[in-house]
């Protein structure tokens, strides 16, 4: 994938780019053109969409309350555009990635598949049916975590997290009290405000987004006997 720019505008292409002046054949550039190739995040913004994904400034969240690794080996549910699971796959080792419907499954496999993001195994099943054992991490970005908190925890390892992306606070309520045998709860919300870029008008933007969702992160950490 290419990146071609005018110096104020930046476009995305395969093998050539559509831009808003033209084609730009990325081997024999026009002159007001400068081709590059694709950063991550210019990929990012040409994948297919389906449901919607989770947002960027929460995916640092995530990472910053987990501490995820490239020796990470964890499982998602569910896939849905497959935005976090191209995200998952540039940062841990394995990735086993669940989605429940067949039409989200086929989006979030193309995407997968056009990363060539060879270190994830995505499967068109419910996670609450997840088989894999001793991860790092469990991540539910679906709306009834509750139903599926035993295989969550019978799939970490010792000391692993339990990840859910929540939007309603009566989700976050009903996930505490699904979760007690986890310890170490966590809650957050984060808010980005993004600024105007003009030196002159140096000052936030008028609108942007205010809640995602809630970030809800424990951890399995068994009970001593007796204890
Ligand atoms: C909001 S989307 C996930 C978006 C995804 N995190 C992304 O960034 O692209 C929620 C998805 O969860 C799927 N889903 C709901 N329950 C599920 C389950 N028990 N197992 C697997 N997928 C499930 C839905 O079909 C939907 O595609």
Same mark, same amino acid.
């Given at each position: 994938?290419?990146?071609?720019? @005018?110096?104020?505008?930046?476009?995305?292409?395969?093998?050539?780019? =559509?831009?808003?002046?033209?084609?730009?054949?990325?081997?024999?550039?026009?002159?007001?053109?400068?081709?590059?190739?694709?950063?991550?995040?210019?990929?990012?913004?040409?994948?297919?969409?389906?449901?919607?994904?989770? =947002?960027?400034?929460?995916?640092?969240?995530?990472?910053?309350?987990?501490?995820?690794?490239? @020796?990470?080996?964890?499982?998602?549910?569910?896939?849905?555009?497959?935005?976090?699971?191209?995200?998952?796959?540039?940062?841990?080792?394995?990735?086993?990635?669940?989605?429940?419907?067949?039409?989200?499954?086929?989006?979030?496999?193309?995407?997968?598949?056009?990363?060539?993001?060879?270190?994830?195994?995505?499967?068109?099943?419910?996670?609450?049916?997840?088989?894999?054992? =001793?991860?790092?991490?469990?991540?539910? @970005?679906?709306?009834?975590?509750?139903?599926?908190?035993?295989?969550?925890?019978?799939?970490?390892?010792?000391?692993?997290?339990?990840?859910?992306?929540?939007?309603?606070? =009566?989700?976050?309520?009903?996930?505490?009290?699904?979760?007690?045998?986890?310890? @170490?709860?966590?809650?957050?919300?984060?808010?980005?405000?993004?600024?105007?870029?003009?030196?002159?008008?140096?000052?936030?933007?008028?609108?942007?987004?205010?809640?995602?969702?809630?970030?809800?992160?424990?951890?399995?950490?068994?009970?001593?006997?007796?204890?």
């Amino acid at each position: 994938m290419w990146a071609a720019t @005018d110096g104020k505008k930046i476009w995305i292409g395969k093998d050539k780019v =559509n831009t808003g002046k033209g084609t730009v054949d990325p081997k024999n550039p026009p002159e007001w053109a400068r081709v590059f190739p694709a950063s991550f995040l210019d990929k990012l913004t040409k994948i297919k969409r389906g449901p919607a994904v989770i =947002n960027k400034k929460d995916i640092g969240t995530i990472l910053s309350l987990t501490g995820l690794g490239s @020796d990470w080996k964890v499982a998602e549910g569910g896939s849905g555009s497959g935005y976090l699971t191209l995200w998952l796959s540039r940062l841990v080792k394995k990735v086993y990635s669940y989605e429940v419907r067949e039409d989200h499954y086929k989006i979030a496999k193309k995407n997968v598949d056009d990363f060539k993001a060879k270190n994830v195994l995505m499967k068109n099943k419910s996670i609450f049916e997840l088989s894999e054992k =001793n991860l790092d991490m469990v991540l539910y @970005d679906l709306p009834n975590p509750w139903e599926g908190v035993d295989a969550a925890y019978s799939a970490l390892k010792t000391g692993g997290y339990f990840v859910c992306y929540l939007p309603t606070v =009566n989700q976050v309520r009903q996930w505490l009290i699904s979760t007690r045998l986890f310890k @170490d709860h966590q809650i957050v919300s984060s808010t980005n405000i993004e600024w105007k870029t003009e030196p002159d008008k140096l000052r936030p933007m008028n609108s942007g987004l205010t809640h995602t969702a809630f970030i809800c992160v424990t951890r399995k950490i068994p009970r001593l006997q007796g204890k």
